[in-house]
């Protein structure tokens, strides 16, 4: 053990060590350490891999504030989105094999699978999952709000999303297509994408650390916490994303000595310590041009950095004359960024422990710009000018805010007809309900506190550990619908903004069929401080409320002998039995208090 030990810090010192003896990366501590300053970021980690070989691997900041545990080369964070050029290599690997062919539909492979319409049936084609060339926008809500762990039932939502342009019309970012990838993975292999990534890429590239789920993370020493920095620049931690079924897509945890060997077999053709990895065909092909991200005009500032392209899990841009090759990750208290410049045989990774963050941008760039012997860009200094803009610009429009709030207006249905299940096919099901005369909704990650705006529209507000921060409203709103009859029949929220009409849900009520039978023994009158309340039965169903002087007011079940007035918001009820089952006594709930009546003799 002991001789082990001996032999993993001599690694890891002459890792540290190296930056020290390559001319082009000295002094390079300070600049990252004033990148750290400056984004307020719990920490990073950072590797160079040049050739075959890893010539620099640092820590920096904390991978747990609250224990002062420091970042090194080897803590473990969440990747995010960086793992897809992981997906997508075992289809690389597959074709290779010669079971089968990027021209196959992906139906073909997933038999069961449905897009929105006839023409993307038919002529979407596993290369289009590849590229984000679909026409699908990401429609991410569907998994990030509505997980689940059975990637099959992920698949069936495909059906019920909404292409927002035609097939290889527009280049779109969409995760369901990087997890349709994985099943067809799946299909073929006969084993889970867990399994052919653990087999194909951590076994025999020595990511023995590297893992694919939350849970193995948690069970991790060395694992990095996630954070979000705070307006005050204050770091809340935040909760691991357990990413579910839509693994594929972006759920690797790993550090950036072990991604280093993934960055060496790119950069080497496919091959890791001589033995090939990936096809060098697929290589090739993957960091080639595939779909046209967008224009990426020259930045007058910066005009040799341009064009925006993506091969197959790979996003491309030429940096200051060097073919870059890159894919960034982000995942809740996570950012990443694993690239490499083919031509120059030189890889970097990037990992912070920040939720959103611009580190690995910044670190990526600075470290390039000395290793490529290029014109030197002060990153850092770019991103503070960025930052002062930016609340220049917050400031000038906080002096001009103007609203679309249209004053004193009211819902058009007491709360407790908002209540209930609300429905899509292509993203799943939620709970609104009805809590200390407040409306909540209940997503199975968050809890989110409905604000009134106006007449029928409300906005989302997350609940959470320190309370609900309302200071920072967003453009979401739900808003609510009815049908002919003047019920609340479901909302609409715009939650996929690449479409034009906003995402509906249908609503099916929380109140609860009671037997006529039961509603009979609650019949009779009540007697309150003189008051008499009167119950009775209309329609053979409902149970109706009466005071003389007053509407009858027709009563919602909501559990058992519970009821709410349904036109009185506020209002409620409860029976209660003796111990021979008959009702006798029933509370009224109001606003202003709660008062027992006594069934009349």
């Known amino acids: 053990m002991k001789i082990l030990l001996s032999t993993i810090f001599a690694f890891l010192?002459?890792?540290?060590?190296?930056?020290?003896?390559?001319?082009?990366?000295?002094?390079?501590?300070?600049?990252?350490?004033?990148?750290?300053?400056?984004?307020?970021?719990?920490?990073?980690?950072?590797?160079?891999?040049e050739k075959d070989k890893i010539i620099y691997a640092k820590g920096f900041g904390y991978s747990d504030i609250e224990n002062k545990v420091t970042n090194n080369a080897n803590t473990l964070f969440a990747i995010g989105s960086s793992t897809k050029a992981f997906t997508s290599s075992i289809l690389g690997q597959l074709r290779h094999e010669d079971k089968l062919s990027f021209d196959d539909s992906p139906i073909k492979h997933i038999p069961e699978l449905e897009f929105y319409n006839d023409d993307m049936n038919s002529n979407i084609i596993i290369k289009d999952l590849m590229s984000h060339r679909t026409g699908l926008p990401r429609h991410d809500y569907s998994w990030y709000l509505f997980p689940t762990f059975n990637k099959d039932s992920l698949l069936m939502r495909i059906k019920y999303h909404e292409p927002f342009t035609g097939i290889r019309q527009q280049w779109y970012y969409n995760n369901f297509m990087f997890l349709t990838q994985g099943v067809i993975a799946e299909r073929i292999t006969g084993k889970t994408w867990e399994d052919n990534i653990r087999e194909r890429f951590f076994n025999p590239l020595g990511m023995t650390r590297s893992n694919v789920t939350i849970e193995e993370l948690e069970n991790s020493s060395n694992a990095a916490i996630g954070y979000q920095t705070e307006k005050d620049n204050s770091n809340t931690k935040m909760a691991y994303y357990k990413i579910a079924g839509m693994r594929p897509a972006g759920s690797i945890n790993?550090?950036?000595?072990?991604?280093?060997?993934?960055?060496?077999?790119?950069?080497?053709?496919?091959?890791?310590?001589?033995?090939?990895?990936?096809?060098?065909?697929?290589?090739?092909?993957?960091?080639?041009?595939?779909?046209?991200?967008?224009?990426?005009?020259?930045?007058?500032?910066?005009?040799?950095?341009?064009?925006?392209?993506?091969?197959?899990?790979?996003?491309?841009?030429?940096?200051?004359?060097?073919?870059?090759?890159?894919?960034?990750?982000?995942?809740?208290?996570?950012?990443?960024?694993?690239?490499?410049?083919?031509?120059?045989?030189?890889?970097?990774?990037?990992?912070?422990n920040q939720n959103g963050s611009r580190v690995p941008g910044l670190v990526r760039n600075t470290i390039a710009d000395r290793l490529l012997n290029v014109n030197k860009t002060n990153w850092t200094q770019r991103f503070i000018d960025a930052r002062e803009k930016v609340k220049k610009a917050e400031k000038e429009a906080e002096d001009v805010k103007t609203t679309e709030k249209i004053k004193n207006t009211k819902p058009s249905?007491?709360?407790?007809?908002?209540?209930?299940?609300?429905?899509?096919?292509?993203?799943?099901?939620?709970?609104?309900?009805?809590?200390?005369?407040?409306?909540?909704?209940?997503?199975?990650?968050?809890?989110?506190?409905?604000?009134?705006?106006?007449?029928?529209?409300?906005e989302p507000f997350e609940v959470e550990e320190t309370g609900i921060d309302t200071t920072d409203s967003g453009q979401l709103r739900f808003n609510f619908t009815t049908n002919n009859a003047g019920e609340i029949s479901g909302l609409k929220a715009k939650i996929e903004p690449a479409l034009t009409d906003p995402i509906e849900f249908k609503r099916k009520p929380n109140t609860i069929e009671v037997d006529k039978t039961i509603l009979e023994k609650y019949i009779g009158e009540y007697e309150l401080a003189g008051t008499v309340i009167k119950f009775y039965i209309k329609n053979d169903d409902t149970l109706y409320l009466f005071v003389a002087g007053q509407p009858e007011y027709q009563l919602l079940s909501t559990a058992k002998h519970k009821f709410a007035l349904k036109i009185l918001d506020g209002f409620k009820l409860e029976f209660f039995e003796d111990d021979k089952g008959a009702i006798n006594e029933v509370l009224m709930i109001q606003p202003n208090g709660s008062f027992k009546a006594k069934r009349k003799e």
């Open 13 to 49: 010192f002459t890792i540290s060590s190296l930056a020290q003896t390559d001319k082009r990366l000295k002094g390079i501590e300070k600049e990252l350490n004033k990148i750290l300053e400056e984004t307020h970021a719990a920490g990073f980690a950072v590797a160079v891999v």
């Open 254 to 352: 790993s550090s950036v000595s072990e991604m280093s060997n993934w960055l060496i077999t790119w950069i080497n053709k496919g091959k890791f310590k001589e033995k090939e990895i990936l096809p060098e065909a697929y290589v090739t092909e993957a960091m080639s041009s595939q779909m046209i991200i967008g224009a990426a005009l020259p930045d007058k500032d910066i005009p040799d950095a341009h064009f925006a392209n993506y091969g197959y899990g790979w996003m491309l841009i030429s940096y200051k004359g060097h073919y870059r090759v890159e894919h960034g990750g982000n995942i809740d208290g996570f950012s990443a960024s694993v690239a490499f410049f083919p031509s120059d045989s030189i890889g970097v990774v990037v990992l912070a």
């Open 413 to 458: 249905h007491v709360k407790i007809e908002y209540a209930g299940t609300y429905s899509h096919l292509g993203y799943g099901s939620f709970e609104i309900n009805v809590e200390n005369d407040s409306l909540f909704a209940n997503f199975k990650l968050m809890k989110m506190w409905l604000k009134h705006y106006h007449y029928d529209i409300f």
